[in-house]
Antibody, heavy 126, light 108 residues
């Protein structure tokens, strides 16, 4: 069973860069058919997709965050990471890493987040 | 379109059936996936694809789709089903991920 675990600072100052790492165990980030994603949830609000990375290194980001986001992968450590720059209080949220599985049937390609980390609360405050 | 729309809240009597819906243009191209989230916990996948349940998900959860609308049905709702439910799919380009705003299910 694949497990994902977020790690990183729980407090970040405004205007600085938020950095989180997701360690994958029980599976490999090199596996095809998986997109390794970051998702966040502000307190009391819904889920917001931040972006994903494929094992090849190709990325896609939420257009609303694209200018501030970088997602990278370290296959040697079986980890992927998130950097979000110029943070404000609006970036305070629980940050989840998750595995987005791609599968194919007669109707085409489809996707589902089948494994999630437990979440990491990041507070932006001075 | 880059949105998935859900009703904010739905309630159901214990043991009755409830349907939670998700609307969006991208659902004409991609199945919705559905997630259950209880307070303080990470979301859990309950339905994916045409109507598939991951291992461990009770068979009272089922999914369906028609046109631009996907539905999650809970047949014989239990007290432990009270939670927030989110739908998700790719956008019409297939490159970006969408989440609905979530539906809070109350079991009365």
């Amino acid at each position: 069973q694949v497990q994902l675990q977020e790690s990183g600072p729980g407090l970040v100052k405004p205007s600085e860069t938020l950095s989180l790492t997701c360690t994958v165990s029980g599976g490999s980030v090199r596996s095809g058919s998986y997109y390794w994603s970051w998702i966040r949830q502000p307190p009391g609000k819904g889920l917001e997709w931040i972006g994903y990375i494929y094992y090849s290194g190709s990325t896609n980001y939420n257009p609303s965050l694209k200018s501030r986001v970088t997602i990278s992968v370290d296959t040697s450590k079986n980890q992927f990471s998130l950097k979000l720059s110029s943070v404000t209080a609006a970036d305070t949220a629980v940050y989840y890493c998750a595995r987005d599985q791609e599968y194919y049937d007669s109707y085409g390609y489809h996707y589902a987040f089948d494994n999630w980390g437990q979440g990491s609360l990041v507070t932006v405050s001075s | 379109s880059s949105e998935l729309t859900q009703d904010p809240a739905v309630s159901v009597a214990l043991g009755q059936t409830v349907r939670i819906t998700c609307q969006g243009d991208s659902l004409r191209n991609y199945y919705a996936s559905w997630y259950q989230q209880k307070p303080g916990q990470a979301p859990v996948l309950v339905i994916y694809g045409k109507n598939n349940r991951p291992s461990g998900i009770p068979d009272r959860f089922s999914g369906s789709s028609s046109g631009n609308t996907a539905s999650l049905t809970v047949t014989g709702a239990q007290a432990e089903d009270e939670a927030d439910y989110y739908c998700n799919s790719r956008d019409s380009s297939g490159n970006h991920v969408l989440f609905g705003g979530g539906t809070k299910l109350t079991v009365l």
